[in-house]
């Protein structure tokens, strides 16, 4: 299994190519997108052909984790003609979405509404969700594969842990929106800090954490600090492009 960072800004895209959240999981029978916020579809083209994604997973509909399916459509439907695409995303995001397209998706997309405690198969990939403390329906998703599994925690506040997917997982890509105990927005309950992010993660005694969803302007060496003395070891940091082995 392989992770490739599509994009990892924390609620609004920062500079530099700073895509908003999004991440392509490959196993040897599937690929699949997990999140397309802004700036995910172009970032994803350098890694694969559109076409050969299998399948997209929308772990909630604010626009840092949904909104380049405006573009996907469009491709899809102006220049691949390719209909039936599959999508996973909590109960309500297919109709809340639809006014990007004036209310008719046209076929493009085969939407299957997903809650806590579900399980698909995609291919050779195992998904299993659950709902996190974020306040529209959010779900962390975990892709189990080739014996590895990786879980995503999504948008979450510290009152979800990854430990709800059980204990051991071989990488836990877990948001780390602020820093300390609390962040700029005052919604500290609602995202979590590095050190919120590595305690979880230590407690569900995951193998490796990388960091991703900083708020942008943030120093990203020093949440890298935090996670890390948090967690017990040095965490990794999501950056876009970035390719890593499960
Ligand atoms: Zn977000
Ligand atoms: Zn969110």
Redesign the pocket.
Known sequence: MELTVLGCS??YGAPAGGA??GYLVRTAGAVLWFDC?NGTLANLQRHAAVQDVTALVIS?W?P??CADIYGLQVLFKHSLGRTGFPVFAPEGTETRLATLVDGDWGGTFAWTAVGDGDAVTVGDCGLRFSRTAHPPPTLAVEAAAEGKRLVYG??TGPDWSVEAFGPGADLVLS?A?FQGAGGPTGAGGI?LSARQAGEAARAARARRLMLT?LWPGLDPTASVVEGSEAFGREVLLAAPHQRTRI
């Open positions: 924390g609620s908003c959240s916020g909630h604010h840092d984790h999504a948008d948001e929106t995202h969803h």
